[in-house]
């Protein structure tokens, strides 16, 4: 069966810097691949999509890669803010009903 | 209402009991999901509606999770004969429509906490 692996210790990094998280997954590749976010004690929030044929996408501080080679997505949060302390989930579609999620990567950014 | 709404936000039960959770998806979107999420892990699959129907329930764990959507909006997820093993957070989620026709991002509720004494 299909294996999501996301970093599962915290990501902790300083104000300002670049944090860079990573979604790997095992057999073959889907369709799409999205990115979450999900607050504590809140349901996950939508943040960005990047198809099989995309190689990049960006959306304000936001850029996602998908390498379908090395079978992984990375999330970049440029000019990282406290504010982005979250749990960051991604989520891969595969022509069927449903996603399927990681298991997230807390993130911590500290001033 | 502007968002996916859940109700109750928390819910303490003993073991053996029935209960119910409820989703009301905004308004307008014909597909619904039903998740599992412990903690640490992600959402966890459990039922799609598109309209009335439960067009993909592979993801309930076993016969005493039933979930209904009779008139295509609210749904309620039941659970008979709860047991430990089933305490998590419910999230529910809708969108315009179903992964398959293009229905791309989920929008989420705030969950309900389930917990099975």
């Known amino acids: 069966s299909q294996k999501i692996e996301q970093n599962s210790e915290a990501l902790n990094i300083q104000e300002g810097k670049t944090a860079t998280l990573t979604c790997n997954y095992t057999?073959?590749?889907?369709?799409?691949l999205q990115w979450y976010r999900q607050d504590p004690g809140r349901g996950p929030v939508f943040l960005l999509l990047?198809?099989?044929?995309?190689k990049e996408k960006r959306k304000e501080r936001l850029k996602v890669t998908f390498d379908t080679t090395l079978k992984q997505s990375l999330f970049h949060i440029t000019a990282s803010q406290p504010a982005d302390s979250a749990t960051y989930l991604c989520a891969l579609f595969y022509n069927t009903d449903k996603l399927i999620f990681g298991t997230g990567t807390r993130l911590q950014v500290f001033p | 209402g502007a968002g996916v709404s859940q109700t109750p936000s928390n819910k303490v039960t003993e073991k053996g009991k029935y209960v119910e959770l409820r989703c009301d998806p905004i308004?307008?979107?014909?597909?619904l999901y039903w998740y599992r999420q412990s903690l640490g892990q992600g959402p966890e699959f459990l039922i799609y509606f598109q309209g009335t129907g439960a067009a993909d329930d592979s993801g309930l764990p076993n016969d005493r999770f039933f979930a209904v959507r009779p008139e295509g909006s609210v749904s309620t997820l039941k659970i008979q004969r709860t047991e430990r093993g089933d305490s998590a957070v419910y999230l529910c989620?809708?969108?315009?429509?179903?992964?398959?026709?293009?229905?791309?991002?989920?929008?989420f509720g705030p969950g309900t906490r389930l917990t099975v004494l």
């Open positions: 990047i198809r099989e044929n995309e």
């Open positions: 057999n073959y590749s889907p369709a799409y």
């Open positions: 989620a809708s969108s315009l429509t179903g992964l398959l026709a293009g229905g791309n991002e989920q929008f």
């Open positions: 308004s307008g979107h014909t597909a």
